[in-house]
């Protein structure tokens, strides 16, 4: 399933327990893709991860699948594709380091 597909599914359900497992398979299929650069801002990365709330998990996945969807939909026009997504069926690509928050993270 397509990565952009299970996070909008996440956005409409998100406690919906067969897409939150859709939405870790997905996470961890994004995480293994090593040509895949999402930049992440660190600050807020780690104020999701330092919080004291039941749905922290979720929200902080949300943010890395939400990010990644926002590149496959939202290509710069001048990139090129990523071999692990033309496998998928999907494009995205690389962004450069500044354009969401500096430093980029590999995720």
């Known amino acids: 399933m397509q990565w952009v597909e299970i996070t909008h599914k996440l956005e409409s359900s998100p406690l919906d327990d ?3 497992k859709q939405g870790e398979s997905a996470l961890k299929q994004v995480s ?5 650069h ?3 801002c660190p600050s807020l990365l780690s104020e999701f ?3 004291k709330y039941s749905y922290s998990h979720q929200i902080t996945r949300q943010y890395m699948l939400a990010s ?5 939909e939202n290509p710069p026009k001048n990139a090129t594709p ?3 997504l ?3 069926k999907l494009a995205t690509w690389e962004v450069p380091s500044g354009v969401l928050c500096l430093p ?3 995720i």
Request: no cysteine.
């Open 104 to 106: 980029t993270f590999q």
């Open 32 to 36: 293994d893709a090593h040509d895949i």
């Open 68 to 72: 990644t969807a926002f590149l496959i």
């Open 38 to 40: 999402v930049p992440l």
């Open 49 to 51: 991860n330092g919080m």
């Open 18 to 20: 067969s897409v939150n």
């Open 82 to 84: 990523s071999p692990a």
């Open 86 to 88: 033309i496998t998928l």
